[in-house]
């Protein structure tokens, strides 16, 4: 663990709570460095929300903005979560944030001491626009004390976090679209209709207008680069740098933020090609699992998606690479115990992959009761003591395309192995 993650862990409560009155209290004591911040773009959602971000970054680094950016959780330093103009913050600005911080001795979680030392740092350093990532929800996560945003943005509903926003996909719905503020514009992910519903709802009530995928614009991919069209123009751009199917509707979704923002189109060709986000079908060649499946002429993927719907993105992304170039495929999954297990196997679940199963630091399953999952929705699974275990096992078998997968925490641990792939 990192110093600024032990030293937030040894002194702020781990539980999450979700309510809005400590924040309140923590920001006030500060002096409400959230009402101080750059215009902000607020981002909820089930999934995509980080590469959302990332694509927003990207497009609005590209024309030329100084941007801030906030998001969770990190992957191997804290420091990754909160973004000063483009730069990671460094640990002595950090430290004396968070000295600040605990002086006031008010009572907050670790979300919401970290929350409340992101806001302090973006509203003490100019820049033009800040990008902030919901952490959990939305009505009460502790970034909803931002009371004006310039833009809110909404990435694709589903189910995941059941023991906090429930197992109704309205109701998860409706607590993603509490960041709709009056007055500023929502642009919405394509979603479920029951979803959606509860989103048009939520947006009625505190009158604001929304722009929909799917309905005022689209994406998709076209003759190996990405077509947008609204109701006012039509953009033949690159392909996004990142890789899958589900990246074209984040990048979309982003063209679409980044065209509210006026930036042009140029800038928005070079952000989807300049665009970086570790961890989501990230292709290793770095570290010692790289450099292992590199010297077997193997493929190795790391993808941190932990839910079935990030899986099902998975799952495509893996056969569409299986259909041009086919290779014997192994995944080396490791998930939080409170997961939904079986969903994730049940989207794989005609990948014909071999399946090796590992945990790693925390609340992770347990390999033998993961592979026993994975057996029952008709995958081979051999539980391995690590994942460099898991790997030799799947190289030794002839596996010629690995992807690492099944939680953010076991990929920050591969990453975490090795300087050189350590996120920046």
Request: hydrophobic content about 50%; glycine content about 10%; charged content about 20%.
């Amino acid at each position: 663990m990192d110093p600024i993650s032990e030293r937030l862990r040894a002194r702020h409560p781990q539980r999450i709570d979700l309510s809005l009155d400590r924040m309140k209290v923590l920001c006030a004591a500060l002096g409400d460095p959230q009402r101080r911040l750059p215009p902000v773009i607020h981002v909820a959602g089930t999934n995509g929300k980080g590469s959302t971000v990332a694509f927003i970054r990207a497009i609005a680094e590209a024309a030329g903005l100084k941007v801030h950016a906030y998001t969770s959780p990190h992957l191997v330093r804290f420091n990754e979560r909160i973004r000063l103009g483009g730069e990671l913050i460094g640990d002595a600005a950090l430290n004396d944030i968070l000295d600040r911080i605990e002086a006031l001795d008010v009572e907050a979680t670790v979300f919401e001491s970290t929350t409340a030392a992101a806001f302090t740092a973006m509203s003490e350093t100019p820049a033009d626009l800040a990008i902030v990532e919901v952490g959990l929800g939305g009505v009460l996560d502790a970034t909803n004390v931002i009371e004006r945003p310039l833009l809110s943005v909404i990435t694709p509903v589903d189910l995941d976090h059941a023991e906090f926003l429930g197992t109704s996909l309205p109701g998860v719905a409706a607590e993603k679209a509490g960041i709709l503020k009056s007055g500023a514009r929502g642009l919405v992910a394509r979603q479920s209709e029951e979803a959606m519903a509860a989103i048009e709802k939520a947006a009625q009530a505190v009158h604001a207008p929304l722009t929909v995928m799917g309905v005022d614009f689209d994406a998709w991919a076209e003759r190996g680069g990405m077509a947008f069209q609204d109701q006012e123009r039509f953009l033949d751009l690159p392909a996004p740098a990142l890789i899958g199917a589900h990246q074209i509707a984040n990048a979309g979704l982003a063209v679409a933020v980044a065209l509210e923002l006026d930036l042009p189109e140029a800038a928005i060709a070079e952000g989807l090609r300049a665009v970086r986000w570790p961890a989501r079908l990230q292709r290793l060649t770095a570290g010692p699992v790289g450099e292992a499946a590199r010297v077997a002429d193997a493929e190795l993927w790391l993808d941190g998606g932990h839910n079935p719907h990030a899986a099902r993105a998975l799952a495509d992304a893996l056969a569409e690479r299986q259909a041009k170039a086919p290779q014997p495929l192994a995944l080396i999954v490791g998930m939080l115990a409170n997961k939904d297990a079986g969903g994730f196997f049940e989207a794989l679940k005609d990948s014909g992959a071999a399946v090796f199963t590992v945990r790693f630091d925390g609340a992770a399953a347990e390999p033998d009761a993961l592979a026993a999952v994975a057996r029952g929705h008709g995958l081979g699974a051999t539980p391995c003591t690590s994942v460099d275990e898991a790997l030799e096992r799947a190289l030794r078998l002839g596996a010629g395309r690995v992807a690492i997968c099944g939680s953010l925490y076991l990929a920050g641990e591969v990453l975490g192995a090795a300087r050189e792939t350590w996120p920046d």
